[in-house]
């Protein structure tokens, strides 16, 4: 795997890791889609709601190629799923 794809590995799993610390209510407020510049790469998050949970998928991409992508589903409670 190169480098900047590892890179781009990490920021994912540490911007999941740090929504999933922050509890539903926090990231219902982050509903709608955030660019956020780190580095050399772009990381988009996407907050939604459906029903009783919320959905969130983030993405690191550069140009036109995504490179990396995770995202889990959140429950009222602040419990989460990942899909596999």
Request: aromatic share 2%; no cysteine; charged share 35%.
């Amino acid at each position: 795997m190169d480098e900047l794809r590892e890179h781009a590995l990490a920021l994912v799993d540490a911007e999941l890791d740090r929504l999933r610390s922050l509890g539903p209510e926090a990231v219902r407020a982050l509903a709608g889609t955030r660019d956020d510049e780190r580095d050399e790469l772009v990381v988009s998050t996407r907050v939604q709601a459906e029903d009783d949970r919320l959905l969130v998928l983030v993405e690191a991409w550069r140009g036109r190629r995504t490179l990396a992508t995770g995202g889990f589903a959140m429950g009222p409670d602040g419990t989460t799923h990942t899909p596999h």
